[in-house]
């Protein structure tokens, strides 16, 4: 929500964080609220359909009130089996997940779970377009990672190498997205210009 | 679960119903447990990546315990955006929605959301493959009808005319899906079929 001095409504801030970065920067909001927005922008603009599956809750409990909304009054928070974004573009299925570090010389396997991993096998097998989006939240850069890209590593730390990849390695291997106002995180870009 | 004496596990069966019917037939399961089944066996074989969404649930109040997990105390039940079901199989993107209908005469439009037409709408001019996945339980028949069919049923409930679609006219433009003891829902194979 844009307020018309151009402030963000408060929810969309990333906590604890002044809007003090002007201009041309993703000015607090979180790799998530981006996305977000773009797949907003995708949708309403005709160019892809893909969502952000809901949260996985397990509902132990649901209280009826009369007349009016079921309230879940015990629920527990489930580990994802898959990745957190898919969806349809250009005929071709997209399938991705985002993460966010603070670190700014790697970025720690420890992110990502290893079935989360095995889904995007899967995918890539299937012949589906599977990539990760990783932003460096201090410096302000976010990357396209194709999912190929990432098995190599993963496959070290199973076998005892490093639990990262360094900054340089996604930089190089990496498609780096410039932020847009409107595509906050304009990843189909990137799509365009390895499948098309 | 299975037992050795070839009952099912309690938790399986539809409520209420007791374990009367036997051999052929899906025997009180409902159509998401079959789905989730078939999909499970589709995924484990290696035939295609398809999952059911998590249900959307707007958490509200979440409790964090001492040493152990945190627990959902207040949530409510949100209106799904999209379809149940999508993933990919053979380098297409599937979407689908399942309903399931006591009636043996029609299947009731009001199963369906519109936002649900709509993004099936969206699917189905984005190049996906998209259909409903409809059982009249009493008569244990399940039929495939691709997305296309039903939107002139829902313009024409939204134009005035009946709504919900004749059981015959179902029967005609879908696809009959037999059980089949382990993809007990076996919908990939109309679509291989319809699109290979």
Sequence with gaps: MNYPNGKKHHSLQRKGE???????????MTLEEDINITNVYYLESDIAVIHKKPTPVQIVNVHYPRRS????????????????????????????EAKETKHTSRFPLANIHDHQIRHMQSIVNHGGICFILIRFAVLDETYYVPA?????????K???GRKSVPYQTIKQNG??????????????????KLYF
């Design 18 to 28: 002044a809007e003090t970065k002007d201009s041309f920067s993703n000015r607090g």
């Design 69 to 96: 909304a079921a309230v879940i009054t015990e629920g527990y928070f489930k580990q994802a089996s898959t990745t957190d974004y898919n969806g349809l573009y250009r005929g071709k299925y997209v399938d991705f």
């Design 148 to 156: 190929e890209k990432l098995f190599p590593y993963w496959h070290d």
């Design 158 to 160: 199973l076998t005892g």
């Design 175 to 192: 498609y780096s997205i410039p932020f847009h106002f409107q595509k906050r995180v304009d990843y189909l870009r990137v799509i365009d």
